[in-house]
């Protein structure tokens, strides 16, 4: 799942490069894109943590 997440961050970072001219809502948009992925990381542990219990 890590893997993931690192690859859609990469691949983000590297289109923000190569887009710099119409940068400005994309930023935003990555920024909201990535903060969902984490939150929906995080409660995929928490799930994880819970069926262990």
């Given at each position: 799942?890590?893997?993931?997440?690192?690859?859609?961050?990469a691949?983000?970072?590297?289109?923000l490069?190569?887009?710099?001219?119409?940068?400005?809502?994309?930023?935003?948009?990555?920024?909201?894109?990535?903060?969902?992925i984490?939150?929906?990381?995080?409660?995929?542990?928490?799930?994880?943590?819970?069926?262990?219990?």
């Amino acid at each position: 799942m890590e893997w993931i997440i690192l690859s859609t961050l990469a691949f983000l970072i590297l289109f923000l490069f190569t887009n710099r001219k119409q940068s400005g809502n994309f930023i935003l948009a990555s920024f909201f894109g990535v903060f969902g992925i984490v939150l929906f990381f995080l409660k995929k542990k928490k799930r994880i943590r819970n069926h262990r219990k």
